[in-house]
C-alpha cells in the first residue's frame, strides 16, 4: 500500500435512500488509489432492492464486511481508515453512536473514527426531525461528527432522480475532500 492511498468506510444503513448509496459507490469506484470498506446492513439489502429493484450491491469491487465482524480493519484505530461515511443514516443508527452504544461493527467504527479525530459523515435520512433526533445530531457533531442531511438542491436544474440524488452525494465528496465535477455555484 501507497502512502498516499485513502483508506474510507461506507456503511449503508436500512434507512430509505438506496440512492444515495449506489451513486456514491459509484462515485467511489470511478476514483483510483482508494481503499474502501462497505458495510451493508441486512435491512439495508431489503430496501435496496425494494426502492431500486435490483441486487447491483452484489456487482462492486470493494470489501464488504458482516455486521458483527470485529476483526474488520477499521474496528480499530490502528488501521488508519481516515474517514467513514454512513449513508443513508438512519436515525436508530444514529442515536447509537451518538450515545456511545458500539453493539455492532458499524457502531463500533465510527466510535473509533470519532476518538481518533478523523471524519464521521453521516447522511441522515428522516423527515421530520423530532427532538431527540435533533439532540444526537448536536452529540455527534460536538464530538467531531459531520451531519449532511439527505437534502437535495436544485440550482443545477436536475432533471432526473439520480441527478437529483446526486447534488447531496456530491456535497459529500466534497467533505471527504475528494476531487469531483459537479456544479459549482457561480461557475
Known sequence: MTQNKRKIVVAITGASGSIYAK????LLSKIERLEVGV???DNAKIVWETELANEDYKNYSFT?????DFNAPF???SAKYDTMIIIPCSM???GRIAN????DLLTRSADVILKEKRKLILVARETPYNLIHISNM??????GGIICPATPSFYSKPSTIEELAKTVVDRVIDLIGLENETFRWGD
Open 23 to 26: 451513486i456514491l459507490l459509484d
Open 39 to 41: 458495510l451493508l446492513s
Open 64 to 68: 464488504f464486511y458482516d455486521k458483527n
Open 75 to 77: 474496528a480499530s484505530g
Open 92 to 94: 436508530g443508527t444514529l
Open 100 to 103: 456511545g452504544i458500539s453493539n
Open 138 to 143: 448536536k452529540l455527534i457533531t460536538e464530538s
